[in-house]
Nanobody, 125 residues
Framework: QVQLVESGGGLVQAGGSLRLSCADS????????MGWFRQAPGKEREFVGA??????TNYADSAKGRFTISRDNANKVSLQMNSLKPEDTAVYYC????????????????????WGQGTQVTVSS
């Protein structure tokens, strides 16, 4: 059983920043596409961004220019979120997918096999 653990969520004022992390001490994340998704109350889970095994990235329009995904080490990936807005409030999830997904398929939930428990991000106005 793969266990992914997200951390770093919390409460922040609009315009502030948070850095989320996803870790699994028993897995080398560089071998996978790593995706970040979020789900707000009453809404469907949506794509935020992803990085594939060769370093290629894709971001949702809502995240471009504000969010950055990075590989911190072999067992940890991060989502740096800047200029946060109230509409960014959601539970954020990391997930592992196939090592080399296309720009289009990186956005699709069905291409990710393992998911973390999520971490809450709340942005106040």
């Amino acid at each position: 059983q793969v266990q992914l653990v997200e951390s770093g969520g919390g409460l922040v004022q609009a315009g502030g920043s948070l850095r989320l992390s996803c870790a699994d001490s028993g897995r080398t994340f560089s071998s996978y596409t790593m995706g970040w998704f979020r789900q707000a109350p009453g809404k469907e889970r949506e794509f935020v961004g992803a990085v594939r095994s060769d370093g290629g990235t894709n971001y949702a329009d809502s995240a471009k220019g504000r969010f950055t995904i990075s590989r911190d080490n072999a067992n940890k990936v991060s989502l740096q979120m800047n200029s946060l807005k109230p509409e960014d409030t959601a539970v954020y999830y990391c997930a592992t997918g196939r090592s080399f997904l296309s720009i289009v398929t990186m956005m699709r939930i069905r291409n990710y096999d393992y998911w973390g428990q999520g971490t809450q991000v709340t942005v106040s106005s």
